[in-house]
T-cell receptor
Framework: DAKTTQPPSMDCAEGRAANLPCNHS???????VYWYRQIHSQGPQYIIH???NNETNEMASLIITEDRKSSTLILPHATLRDTAVYYC?????????FGEGTQLTVNP | SAVISQKPSRDICQRGTSLTIQCQVD?????MFWYRQQPGQSLTLIAT?????????ESGFVIDKFPISRPNLTFSTLTVSNMSPEDSSIYLC??????????FGPGTRLTVT
């Protein structure tokens, strides 16, 4: 099973890029990296996922290192509404396992 | 993505009683899950709700305490039975095309006194 490590908290200035790191050194070759976020008092929201290539969608970009041991979620122009807990998801069997995540605070 | 609603959005219940939480999806979905989020903590999967068969429970969760129904592909219920203050949590349902790409409901905030 893959295990992920994330910093407990980060701050970012509004309008700047937010780069959220995640270590997943034990991820196996066919396991995707998934990112979710949870805004206060809401359910988690799926953001993006990737296997080995970098991915981009309307919400974020995901950069995965060539050895797949780590990844970075990038919010290119963070807004106050991006303040949330961001989870880099651990694969445990056929289910999502949420760790503690990173509390991202976007400051005005 | 699917639109998911939960009822009730919040409730305050007395110790020893039971509460049934409903989860409704606006489209048919194969996979449906129930999670618990205790105060200040991350989410923990309770069970996978299977249509037409018994739910699959995670370690530490049992059917007698958390009976689940899933009569069709758009609806499920979770009952929290014989409640104690330790059951005070947010309960969330989610649906997904896969076990990993899931969409969550707004949650039910339960307080047990």
């Amino acid at each position: 099973d893959a295990k992920t490590t994330q910093p407990p908290s980060m701050d970012c200035a509004e309008g700047r890029a937010a780069n959220l790191p995640c270590n997943h050194s034990t991820i196996s070759g066919n396991e995707y990296v998934y990112w979710y976020r949870q805004i206060h008092s809401q359910g988690p929201q799926y953001i993006i996922h990737g296997l080995k290539n970098n991915e981009t969608n309307e919400m974020a970009s995901l950069i995965i290192t060539e050895d797949r041991k780590s990844s970075t979620l990038i919010l290119p122009h963070a807004t106050l509404r991006d303040t949330a807990v961001y989870y880099c998801i651990d694969h445990s069997g056929s289910r999502l396992t949420f760790g503690e995540g990173t509390q991202l605070t976007v400051n005005p | 993505s699917a639109v998911i609603s939960q009822k009730p959005s919040r409730d305050i219940c007395q110790r020893g009683t039971s509460l049934t939480i409903q989860c409704q999806v606006d489209s048919q979905v194969t996979m449906m899950f129930w999670y618990r989020q205790q105060p200040g903590q991350s989410l923990t999967l309770i069970a996978t709700a299977n249509q037409g068969s018994e739910a699959t429970y995670e370690s530490g969760f049992v059917i007698d305490k958390f009976p689940i129904s899933r009569p069709n592909l758009t609806f499920s219920t979770l009952t929290v039975s014989n409640m104690s203050p330790e059951d005070s949590s947010i309960y969330l349902c989610s649906v997904g095309r896969s076990a990993y790409e899931q969409y969550f409901g707004p949650g039910t905030r339960l307080t047990v006194t």
